[in-house]
């Protein structure tokens, strides 16, 4: 089987159902940020040497390639009943592990700078784009149905990769730098 298909080459792709539309319809968009934070948090599975944060991640990606089926899929397409749902679970299980690591840091009493260890810089940009999905799903769901457990799950995944990466540099013994708002610009 070929890769490639170019039935894309004309600026529109397929969803799940077999429904055709433009690269830039805002349900491709909403994917595609989906595809690309989990992408990201590939980048920092691959700068991490922690095997409890690695085990969390991965589920995590398995956890975002559904959500990006369910955005692939508009309500009402019969491949729909084909693809697992989205559990509303696995919110509850990313509060459990950030209350988890989160009684192991150090009270937050500024805001923290991103970076430290590659793994944690890696986890904070994972953040921003999850952010960035979040915000997509968001402006999909004002257009079209969209299960609100996706919108659920992206918000507590943009919180658990803050305190994994701040986990990822207590871990590493590399201390976090705060924001000093007086030293900006100097």
Not at 145 to 164: C, I, K, M, Q
């Amino acid at each position: 089987m070929k890769i490639y298909t170019k039935s894309g080459d004309g600026g529109e792709t397929g969803l799940f159902g077999g429904a055709r539309v433009r690269k830039s319809d805002p349900r491709v968009e909403a994917y595609g940020e989906v595809d690309e934070a989990n992408a990201t948090i590939g980048v920092a599975r691959a700068a991490l040497t922690d095997g409890e944060l690695d085990a969390e991640l991965e589920r995590v990606q398995s956890e975002l390639f559904t959500i990006g089926a369910e955005l692939a899929s508009p309500h009402g397409a019969r491949a729909r009943g084909t693809l697992p749902a989205i559990d509303p679970g696995w919110a509850t299980r990313l509060e459990q592990a950030m209350d988890r690591w989160d009684a192991t840091l150090p009270e937050l009493r500024a805001f923290v700078l991103p970076g430290g260890t590659p793994g944690a810089a890696a986890l904070q940009l994972a953040r921003c784009v999850c952010r960035r999905a979040e915000r997509q799903v968001v402006s999909l769901a004002a257009q079209a149905e969209v299960d609100p457990n996706a919108l659920v799950y992206l918000n507590r995944l943009s919180d658990l990769l803050f305190v994994a990466a701040r986990i990822a540099n207590l871990r590493a013994g590399r201390a976090e730098t705060n924001w000093d708002p007086k030293g900006a610009g100097r």
